[in-house]
């Protein structure tokens, strides 16, 4: 009776050992179960069937005289087609401390980004200016002898009126011309003139993917 006994308990532990080694790891209550959404964070959409990528361009019609005409941008926003604007602003690009750009550089160097947008029409794009800066001097390096002004910015959002669509899975690119010549505007004041920064961009094309 006792010889009985060994393999009885040996069976049952092999059979035991079985059952859970073929419980499927994404069993609830078990690790590995696949998450059921996932978030973009960078841009607080989300990442499923009903988003697709806003792509945006900024170049640049070069200026005379200019060496260096430098911005300071923090917010670049959309306002997608609503009834209530306040609600309806998506930020697309952010740097909090504000990010200097050269835009005389943005003929052969442009800004461009990509990020996730919720599908559907926007009608406006917003890109918020901190400072500026103008610079004069032999092009080349940076000189002891450039001339430096900073840019009055009176207003500190540049609104550009353009209508687009974002389809879903797709990418819709706009281009930007940031017009540096018709941006900036001289005033005279006594020995020493000062300038002004205006922004003017112009929508060169759109396109979807």
């Not at 050992?17 to 998450?35: D, E, F, I, L, R």
């Not at 941008?73 to 609600?87: F, G, L, N, P």
Request: with cysteine; glycine share 6%.
């Amino acid at each position: 009776m006792r010889k009985m006994v060994v393999p009885v308990i040996l069976a049952f532990l092999i059979l035991l050992v079985w059952t859970n080694s073929c419980q499927s790891p994404s069993s609830p209550g078990k690790p590995g179960a696949s998450p059921v959404s996932q978030t973009n964070s960078s841009s607080g959409s989300s990442t499923g069937a009903s988003t697709g990528f806003l792509r945006v361009v900024v170049k640049d019609v070069p200026i005379k005289d200019a060496k260096e005409i430098w911005v300071k941008i923090d917010k670049i926003r959309v306002h997608q087609a609503c009834e209530t604007d306040d609600s309806c602003f998506v930020v697309v690009w952010e740097e909090a401390a504000g990010q200097d750009f050269n835009i005389l550089k943005f003929k052969t160097d442009p800004i461009t980004f990509t990020t996730a947008l919720p599908a559907g029409k926007y009608n406006q794009v917003r890109m918020s200016v901190l400072s500026g800066q103008i610079v004069f001097g032999e092009q080349g390096p940076p000189a002891s002898t450039d001339m430096k002004y900073p840019l009055d910015v009176p207003s500190d959002e540049i609104k550009i009126q353009v209508p687009f669509e974002v389809e879903v899975g797709g990418t819709t690119e706009i281009t930007l011309d940031f017009d540096a010549e018709n941006s900036i505007h001289i005033v005279p004041k006594g020995k020493q003139d000062s300038y002004i920064l205006r922004p003017v961009i112009h929508v060169e094309g759109i396109t979807t993917n």
